[in-house]
């Protein structure tokens, strides 16, 4: 039947494309709408080139994923998914980082360029209002740290 | 008699075939090494200091003195962290392969090679690619979070950080392919020399 080495390797392809596939989908759906000095605007995943680049690299890794699901395994094709499999864990985890870069900034912001938080700020003086830019970012990072490790695997 | 011959003959042609592909992965490494190296160098000492006039207070004007480092901004320190971890580790390898040829972990030698050439990959796209966005933001800003594009004012700072992010993507390019050939020498180990 199906032998154990083949199966476990399904199993972590389906669980890389799982989380890459979660990860597209967080990023791109989430939006918030929020008032900040009486100004409204809203937050989405375009704003950012960094986060752009973030759920367009998941999706084409997402795309690559289900493809290679269903490669038989004397397929000499196997070769070039080895060659791919490393170009790929490359492109994720640059994404990651560059979205962990914008997120952090974003979070902490920068006081020396006068940047300021956009996360979850409510000043203390200000009216309660609604959150702004919330920190979904960082979850699917997470997802994200799962699936790049997940490649480190060949058949 | 004829059979040791073929033996020898084998033997010989395995090892010198490798050797053209040992100088190639050498040569590359120290290109390698060098990207990386500059990349990290040229973002440390990236520092610029400009004096600003803030408001005029009758006819006196009002001077603020700003300094633009790379630690500021934990991208750009985790850019510098990044580059050097990697060129230490090619530093590393040119060193295990020029001089080291007998060191060998129960025969795990190529494994490790190329399982760390891997991690090197890894870590430097992803300093490299943090520093390229942060950069990004420095050089046009972005309207929807309110954060003003700095490099206007900060030229020199903004240039010499674009020379190191070019740097360090060549290097990462290049880590890409010893890698590449490290796998494939792991692949292709010659399995009648071992053992």
């Not at chain 1, 669980?15 to 809203?42: N, P, R």
Request: aromatic letters at 10%.
């Amino acid at each position: 039947m199906i032998k154990p080495k083949r199966l476990l390797s399904l199993l972590l392809r389906f669980i890389a494309f799982g989380t890459t596939l979660a990860a597209v989908i967080l990023m791109a759906t989430s939006h918030e709408k929020g008032t900040f000095f009486a100004v409204s605007y809203e937050a989405k995943y375009t704003d950012t080139p960094a986060f752009k680049y973030f759920v367009i690299a998941n999706a084409i890794v997402t795309v690559y994923g289900f493809l290679v699901l269903f490669l038989p395994p004397g397929s000499p094709i196997w070769r070039l998914v080895l060659a791919l499999d490393l170009v790929f864990i490359m492109l994720l985890i640059s994404s990651i980082s560059a979205a962990m870069a914008i997120a952090q900034v974003g979070k902490n912001g920068n006081p020396r360029a006068a940047w300021l938080p956009v996360c979850g700020q409510v000043a203390k003086f200000l009216q309660p209002s609604n959150r702004s830019f919330s920190c979904w970012f960082h979850c699917t990072d997470n997802l994200h740290y799962s699936a790049a490790l997940l490649y480190l695997q060949s058949p | 008699m004829g059979l040791q011959n073929e033996e020898k003959l084998e033997l010989g042609c395995s090892s010198s075939q490798p050797r053209s592909k040992k100088w190639v992965l050498l040569t590359v490494r120290v290109i390698a090494f060098l990207a990386t190296a500059t990349a990290t160098l040229v973002m440390a000492l990236n520092k610029e200091t400009k004096t600003l006039v803030v408001a005029m207070v009758g006819s006196t004007p009002i001077k603020v003195t700003l300094t633009a480092k790379f630690q500021h901004t934990p991208a750009f320190v985790f850019f510098v962290i990044a580059n050097a971890m990697a060129s230490f580790h090619n530093l590393m390898m040119i060193m295990v392969e020029l001089f080291g040829q007998k060191l060998d972990y129960k025969g795990l030698r190529l494994a490790m090679i190329a399982i760390l050439d891997m991690t090197t990959v890894a870590l430097i796209s992803g300093g490299a690619s943090a520093a390229t966005f942060m950069a990004e933001v420095g050089k046009n800003g972005n309207s929807h979070a309110r954060w003003n594009k700095i490099c206007d004012k900060f030229e020199t700072f903004c240039d010499r950080g674009g020379v190191a992010i070019i740097a360090s993507s060549a290097g990462l390019l290049l880590m890409l392919i010893i890698t590449a050939m490290s796998i494939f020498k792991l692949l292709n180990k010659p399995k009648s020399v071992s053992s």
